[in-house]
């Protein structure tokens, strides 16, 4: 896919400051942005599969799971206790689920596994999962309020 933007060193170095050369770098700045542009709608279309094949339990989790690394620091187990009481689904099931969600690449621990000092954050990936999650919903409430 960036193949058609990659320049080889032969090409940089002969470019040079003029219309040709000009007219070179234009036509490969296009290419790398076009790559780019598909590269994302494929990131957004992955993002939108991997929301329609989680559960709603998941789906709940993981957005709560956002809530709460946003407003504090928590280790794996103390995140997942805290969902437990707030969800009322089992300590092992939240659990589970956080460390798939991990093993993933939506969250991460900072810190050497399975010490009391590790906490977990939300990657990239994650905010970038649970921004396409807001807006399937806000889509979904807007179709149903217009539909009332």
């Known amino acids: 896919m ?3 933007a990659i320049i080889s060193e032969f090409q940089l170095t002969s470019i040079e400051n003029t219309e040709e050369g000009i007219i070179f770098a234009l036509k490969k700045i296009t290419e790398l942005e076009n790559d780019l542009f598909l590269m994302n709608e494929l990131l957004n279309q992955s993002l939108y599969l991997l929301i329609d094949i ?6 709940l989790i993981f957005t709560e799971a956002i809530k709460q690394l946003n407003k504090q620091t928590l280790s794996l187990n103390k995140l997942a206790e805290s969902l437990t009481n707030k969800l009322d689904f089992t300590f092992s099931m939240i659990k589970w689920n956080l460390t798939k969600f991990r093993d993933y690449g939506l969250f991460e621990t900072k810190g050497q596994r399975g010490n009391t000092k590790s906490t977990m954050i939300t990657t990239e990936l994650g905010k970038m999962l649970h921004s396409a999650y807001a807006q399937i919903n806000n889509k979904k409430s807007v179709t149903t309020q217009n539909n009332k």
């Open 54 to 59: 989680m559960k709603d339990k998941q789906q």
């Open 2 to 4: 960036l193949e058609s």
